[in-house]
């Protein structure tokens, strides 16, 4: 049976120390239609889904908490029990497929079946209808999630159903398992610390950078100054979207000299901002830090399904009021923690925390979440999706937009996906404490039209940028 890293394990930790969190990220597509019937899109998806293991498995606890939660098959799986079908009000507009997502992702996924769904959004304007992927994050992060585009809405022909699958195992089984993984953690330790004495001098350089990522990342655990983006949650959510040009994101980080994902990060940085100022509140340069997900996949594992990333905790720069010296602030400042080895120190942590005695590390990631409560406003994450264009049942896929939850007094959320020739942004929001999250999504596209007239060489250079200021 596999077991839960140390990671994917957190995720289901916040879940339970929050009873306001629903921790599954989702992507919604959008398509042309008409919608095919529902019973057309299930006999379509079965075999799809039959062919990802972790969608036939649920998670089963070992006993005292010996070992890390292991997947196992479900009795009787039924794939056709997870796909549900929702009409959006009338006009079927942005608005109201908004407020279907919202309403869905409210929901959290019921621990005793496998933690997945798939809801078919009918009824949008233009003759078009979504579908909307919903996981639980101890599944798979956002580089995970596009095998799974690959999967449900790639051109290759659904595979053949799996037969064979293994029962689910008893409580006796669970419990003379947990007490082998237990027995064998010493042995596992000597082991790895073998490896590492074979090449000192590697271990060495591992040992310096994590030293100095922790260095850097114990300075992200000062308290910030009081902010209204952060505060008390409930289960509802809210959520936004909106969309532009992968290429002109592309021209405005290339005339700049910064990544793509610096702009997408300054963009943000300029809706929290104008949030703050439309509330009354002046943006200190102390007042935002956000959790940054790095991907430590390699090359070999971007399909695999579980959660491979690190972190970074930059200070947004919303007191910067012009976007370009707004956009290379954050450059800078992101120079600076990826400099500081942040990724390598939060990689080495959850590294050595699986090769520990489980009981403590479940302890330890249950109190986790109340220190980061403290240290943290918002998170925001970007993640490089499909390039090619996607079907279903032959209908074209026109957009891909991205949801990431929120928790832990967290109350805005904002996740970045490309697809195909497009950039999608998704702005989740706690209902009662962000009304205006549409603030957000137009200080974003604001912020990008200023950015891309400013670009130097161009007409709107940036010398031309400040006359028309």
């Known amino acids: 049976m596999d077991r839960l890293n140390p990671l994917d394990a957190l995720f289901l930790a916040i879940e339970d120390e929050d009873p306001s969190a629903s921790l599954a990220i989702a992507s919604i597509a959008v398509l042309e239609g008409p919608a095919p019937p529902q019973d057309e899109i299930v006999r379509d998806l079965t075999p799809r889904v039959w062919s990802l293991s972790r969608y036939r498995q649920r998670l089963r606890r070992y006993p005292l908490d010996l070992a890390a939660p292991a997947w196992v098959e479900e009795n009787g799986f039924d794939p056709a029990t997870h796909f549900h079908r929702i009409a959006a009000p009338s006009p079927g507009d942005d608005t109201a497929l908004r407020g279907v997502v919202g309403l869905i992702m409210s929901e959290r996924l019921p621990r005793d079946r496998p933690l997945w769904e798939c809801w078919v959004v009918e009824g949008l304007a233009g003759a078009r209808w979504a579908v909307l992927s919903k996981v639980h994050h101890c599944l798979t992060d956002g580089i995970g999630g596009n095998a799974l585009h690959e999967a449900l809405f790639g051109d290759e022909p659904a595979p053949q159903r799996v037969a064979g699958t293994a029962p689910e195992p008893g409580g006796q089984r669970l419990l003379a398992g947990g007490l082998r993984t237990a027995l064998s953690v010493p042995a596992e330790q ?107 996949r390699s090359r070999s594992d971007q399909s695999t399904l579980d959660n491979r990333v690190s972190l970074m905790l930059p200070m947004l720069p919303v007191d910067v009021a012009d976007p370009v010296e707004r956009l290379r602030t954050v450059h800078e400042r992101l120079a600076v923690h990826k400099a500081s080895r942040e990724r390598e120190a939060g990689q080495a942590v959850l590294s050595f925390a699986g090769h520990e005695p489980y009981p403590p590390v479940s302890w330890a990631m249950h109190a986790a979440p109340w220190l980061f409560e403290r240290m943290l406003v918002t998170v925001t994450t970007n993640v490089p999706g499909p390039r090619k264009q996607l079907h279903l049942l032959g209908r074209p896929m026109v957009a891909l937009y991205p949801y990431v939850p929120i928790a832990l007094r967290l109350r805005i959320g904002v996740a970045v996906l490309s697809y195909h020739d497009r950039l999608a942004f998704g702005v989740t929001a706690d209902f009662d404490s962000v009304p205006d999250v549409d603030i957000v999504v137009r200080a974003i596209e604001e912020d990008l039209d200023q950015l891309g007239k400013a670009v130097p060489g161009k007409e709107g250079s940036r010398a031309a940028y400040r006359r028309r200021r």
């Open 190 to 296: 000597i082991r790895v610390l073998a490896g590492a004495a074979r090449s000192p001098r590697r271990l060495a350089a591992q040992v310096t950078g994590a030293v100095r990522g922790l260095a850097s990342l114990a300075r992200a655990l000062v308290p910030l100054k009081a902010s209204s983006l952060r505060g008390k949650i409930h289960a509802d959510r809210r959520y936004a979207m909106t969309g532009t040009s992968l290429g002109e994101v592309a021209r405005i980080a290339g005339g700049f000299g910064v990544t793509v994902n610096d702009v997408v990060l300054a963009t943000i940085t300029a809706g929290l901002r104008q949030l703050l100022l439309d509330r009354g509140e002046e943006p200190s340069a102390a007042s935002v830090r956000s959790l940054v997900p790095v991907s430590v």
